[in-house]
């Protein structure tokens, strides 16, 4: 039987629904220790409940938006089981709406919460994974992190930051054995969208179609778990749709990439 994650210790945030859910189940069966972590308690505890086994499942809240509690956050962590293996940095918010009316109000939320808790908490965990000479820093972030359509200036900003940073880091980790792997998620099946910033911070918008319409997030759950096993750089998680010519197109013909971009705004 294949143990690659039996008995390790996965603390992942965003896990009270869609994907960090869905790989909470996924890691759940194969015998992982788990931390889930988001805001809303209630929704994490339905998690653990439905986890193989609850009791090797602890819950820590966590507010992505609130910088000064995260170094704690990461010292709790590692305190719920002694040690952690894989970090999933995995919850946050989206965006939908054009640069000419987005407020700097909704920039500063978007790199806050998808970018600088990533970074916060990676700080924090660093010297205990360099300490252990291993761990698997496992990030997810867009197809909006390589490419660029309408309506997603900061959400696709704040993914394409997580490129940077996290390729540098890979740099710098791999003599410690510390991996680091960049999923790059087309449009899967949660409900990211109803919560998505519009032109003013906290504004909610519509349920997307693309989003309705994309990949059930417990497929998308057992293609990250093989990626993560293959300590894969930059695995696509979804469909053969049009994000995925999109990620090739970025690289083999970006220029055909910005002339059909305007027809690639989220519906
Ligand atoms: N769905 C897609 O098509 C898609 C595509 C590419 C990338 N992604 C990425 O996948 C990740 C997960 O999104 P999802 O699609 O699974 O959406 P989702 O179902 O809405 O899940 C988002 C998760 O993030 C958590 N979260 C949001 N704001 C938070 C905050 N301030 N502090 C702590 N936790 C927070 C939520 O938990 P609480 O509300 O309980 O805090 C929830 O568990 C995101 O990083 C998203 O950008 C999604």
């Known amino acids: 039987m294949d ?11 965003g896990a009270s629904s869609g994907i960090g859910e869905a790989l909470a189940y996924e890691l759940s069966v194969a015998g992982a220790r788990l931390i889930l972590s988001g805001r809303r308690m209630e929704e994490l505890e339905r998690v653990k409940q439905a986890c193989t086994d609850p009791a090797q499942v602890q819950l820590l809240q966590l507010d992505l938006a609130d910088a000064p509690s995260l170094e704690d956050k990461a010292a709790a962590a590692v305190s719920c089981f002694g040690h952690i293996d894989i970090m999933v940095h995995n919850g946050g918010v989206t965006q939908r709406s054009l640069v000419i009316e ?3 109000e909704v920039h500063r939320r978007l790199m806050e919460v998808d970018y600088f808790s990533y970074v916060a908490l990676t700080r924090a965990l660093l010297p205990h994974f360099v300490g252990r000479k291993g761990g698997h820093f496992v990030i997810t972030s867009s197809v909006m992190g390589k490419i660029g359509t309408p309506m997603r200036s900061a ?14 880091l890979r740099a710098e980790v791999a ?5 680091v792997t960049l999923l790059t998620p087309g449009y899967i099946r949660t ?3 109803l919560y998505a910033l519009t032109n003013k911070a906290y504004g ?11 990949l059930p997030a417990d497929r998308a759950a057992r293609q990250i778990m093989k990626a993560i096993k293959r300590g894969a750089f930059e695995p ?3 469909r053969f749709g049009g994000e995925r010519i999109g990620l090739w197109l970025n690289r083999l013909a970006p220029g055909l990439l910005i002339r059909i971009a ?6």
């Open 3 to 13: 143990n690659h994650f039996n008995n390790k210790v996965a603390w992942i945030t």
């Open 102 to 104: 987005t407020g700097m």
């Open 155 to 168: 959400y696709a900003a704040a993914k394409h930051a997580l490129h940077g940073f996290f390729d540098c």
């Open 175 to 179: 003599v410690d054995n510390i991996k």
């Open 191 to 193: 409900n990211i969208s």
């Open 204 to 214: 909610l918008a519509k349920p997307s179609e693309n989003i309705t319409n994309g």
């Open 236 to 238: 696509y998680i979804g």
């Open 262 to 267: 305007p027809k690639l705004a989220p519906k």
